[in-house]
């Protein structure tokens, strides 16, 4: 199927038809941009239960795999991917990719992965080092993990975040992205999460302009997909057109995240708000027929941090 193809259906009925696992909660870097809830909590959840919930949940068509890093909890996504791949249900593993290696790439393509999505924002090993403050062998390290999974069977998706760091550099991002022989590039929208602190948004001129550039230098054979922009890509003169694609929104429509502890959350990203807890009676076959109060009231107010952010006469 094409990558985020629930992203591309517009949600017109609720149900849970993907699920986000953070499989881990710890990580070898730590990002200043990180949303993930809890971080380094030493939370995770295993191959065993993840797979137990999918033969509970039948709806469910899609798993994402997430951190912290996944690939420290590397033999339980595995498992799961193994898993998913025989009984029909795509999978994404969401990485850094500085613990990959030929051997881990061939492994995950033997097992069926269907997308390894792998955060891309600098183009040397300089700026890599300085913001991330990390040694510059992680960076020529990570490149040489693109190349190898862009030449496997699975779909490989690099994403940058648009901020303060990359908004004017996009379009020497995308070089960088295609000359690894990755064809499709994922620009995730920066929004403010009160949760984590992070509030280093684009302004929307900027981010106007360099979305604008981006598509206008988009190769041919390659495709742009721009997330957390749907809310507001009409009113930027923002169109789709082949190969440009502004996702719809998913989360707590279609997609929840599930955390190490149990806890079940309407988005990590967004609105990292606990709805329950699968170790404490939340069945989540059944939790949008029997729907928690904080889900409910989300789908009625249908709140958008990057819409309130971009246009705050919305909110």
């Known amino acids: 199927m094409k990558y985020k193809f629930l992203e591309l259906e517009n949600p017109n009925h609720y149900d849970l038809e993907a699920l986000e696992v953070g499989v881990t909660s710890n990580c070898n870097f730590k990002c200043s941009y990180c949303c993930a809830y809890s971080r380094d909590d030493n939370q995770s959840i295993g191959a065993k239960e993840v797979i137990s919930i999918l033969q509970d949940v039948p709806t ?136 984590s602190g992070w509030s280093a948004i684009a302004a929307r001129e900027d981010l106007k302009k360099a979305v604008q550039e981006l598509i206008a230098h988009r190769r041919e054979d390659s495709t742009i997909y721009f997330t957390c922009m749907d809310r507001f890509a009409q009113e930027l003169g923002f169109e789709e057109q082949p190969g440009v694609y502004f996702s719809n929104c998913i989360e707590g429509k279609k997609q929840l995240h599930l955390h190490g502890n149990g806890d079940v959350l309407i988005s990590e990203l967004c609105y990292p708000v606990i709805i329950g807890n699968i170790y404490k009676g939340t069945v989540l076959k059944d939790i949008y027929k029997n729907m928690p109060d904080k889900l409910a009231d989300f789908l009625e107010r249908q709140p958008c941090p990057a819409l309130e952010a971009m246009f705050p006469s919305h909110s």
Request: with cysteine; proline share 1%; charged share 20%.
């Open 60 to 195: 469910i068509r899609r798993v994402r795999l997430s951190g912290g890093e996944v690939t420290l909890k590397y033999q339980d996504c595995l498992d799961i991917v193994r898993y998913c791949s025989t009984h029909g249900i795509e999978t994404q593993l969401n990485t850094n990719a500085s613990l990959l290696n030929a051997t881990r790439v061939q492994q995950l393509e033997e097992a069926g992965v269907t997308t390894i999505h792998i955060s891309f924002n600098f183009t040397t090993a300089e700026e890599f080092s300085r913001y991330y403050k990390l040694h510059p062998s992680v960076y020529t390290k990570i490149r040489e993990n693109i190349a190898l999974c862009a030449q496997a069977s699975f779909d490989t998706v690099l994403e940058t975040l648009l901020f303060e760091e990359t908004t004017h550099h996009l379009t020497e991002i995308a070089d960088h992205v295609y000359a690894l022989g990755v064809r499709t590039h994922e620009i995730q929208n920066s929004i403010s999460m009160g949760h």
